[in-house]
């Protein structure tokens, strides 16, 4: 299941399936990645990362740092799970890269960087709590979560380009199944813990 696509597609997908909620992680899952590369930077490089380093101009820097380190992780991890989608997002990610340890070099910026990573993450709680009435998947599966997350961002808006429809449609139907055997075990659960409360009232009398 791990290296499944489709079926970690639909596992983050059950999550989020209100329209108001893919909207919100559409902005903010980027956000939060960025933002988590720029705090990457403030940690001391280990002395397995070979000290690589250059400047494009004043807003692209590459620095071989755990920020590059974990960017070849979540690269190589998509590949192995889709590989024309990961293709397609590498210049986008290797661009944030290079924001981010820019960013990181400026006066103050990591006051900022927090902030609006915190107010990133709250939007998607609000977004889980209001709009999808369910929550995160990060509380089943933090760190499966925690990586597909960009994955999800990016393959949903190659789908709105048109990419590979069939595939969409095949996940669409997966993700419908999985949420209607979520809700079923959830309500199986609740009449079991209300036959459970029932049971005790009755032996308390």
Not at 68 to 87: D, G, K
Not at 124 to 142: M, S, T
Not at 146 to 153: D, E, G, K, N, T
Request: charged share 20%; with cysteine.
């Amino acid at each position: 299941m791990l290296f499944d696509v489709r079926k970690q597609l639909t596992f983050y997908g059950a999550y989020h399936n209100n329209p108001t909620n893919v909207r919100i992680h559409l902005t903010c899952v980027p956000i939060i990645l960025w933002t988590y590369m720029v705090m990457l930077q403030y940690l001391p490089r280990p002395s397995f990362i070979p000290p690589i380093e250059y400047k494009f101009n004043d807003y692209l820097e590459f620095q071989f740092n755990w920020a590059t380190f974990i960017w070849i992780f979540y690269i190589v991890y998509y590949h192995i799970l889709e590989p024309v989608a990961a293709f397609l997002y590498v210049p986008q990610f290797f661009l944030s890269l290079l924001t981010a340890i820019s960013v990181s070099h400026r006066p103050e910026a990591l006051r900022y960087v927090i902030a609006l990573h915190i107010a990133a993450w709250l939007a998607q709680f609000v977004g889980h709590g209001v709009a999808e009435k369910r929550a995160p998947a990060l509380l089943d599966n933090i760190v499966g979560a925690l990586v597909l997350a960009p994955f999800f961002v990016h393959v949903e808006l190659l789908f709105r380009l048109g990419y590979r429809p069939e595939f969409q449609k095949a996940l669409h139907n997966d993700i419908g199944q999985e949420i209607a055997r979520i809700k079923k075990a959830e309500g199986d659960k609740k009449r079991a813990d209300e036959l459970d409360e029932e049971l005790k009232e009755e032996q308390e009398l």
